[in-house]
Nanobody, 127 residues
């Protein structure tokens, strides 16, 4: 069983930055087929922030974060990162890390299709 643990959330003012971390336990991140970050704001559905395949070749950002957020990975630490710059109040949400070993077409998969999820870390951006 794979466990994912997010950290790095917090409260920042608009224009600020945060770096989220997702550390995997039980399996190597490099052995997954897909990794990704999703977010859910109160009263809204969970939405994709970014997905990437295990090789990091096909990385797909949501239009709303493109150019501001960057995903990276440290296999030695078994950790994936989400660097978030130029944060906006609209980025306020609970952020979740997700992984899957079987999905094909990571960028096309719906959140319900992903097998492994962390518990989330809260990001709050004030104006």
């Amino acid at each position: 069983q794979m466990q994912l643990v997010e950290s790095g959330g917090g409260s920042v003012q608009a224009g600020g930055s945060l770096r989220l971390s997702c550390t995997a336990y039980g399996y190597a991140i490099a052995s997954t087929r897909c990794m990704g970050w999703f977010r859910q704001a109160p009263g809204k559905e969970r939405e994709k922030v970014v997905t990437t395949d295990s090789g990091g070749v096909n990385t797909d950002y949501a239009h709303s974060v493109k150019g501001r957020f960057t995903i990276s990975q440290d296999n030695a630490k078994n950790t994936q990162y989400l660097q978030m710059n130029s944060l906006e109040p609209e980025d306020t949400a609970m952020y979740y890390c997700a992984a899957d070993f079987r999905l094909r077409g990571c960028h096309l998969a719906q959140s319900r299709d992903w097998a492994y999820w962390g518990r989330g870390t809260q990001v709050t951006v004030s104006s």
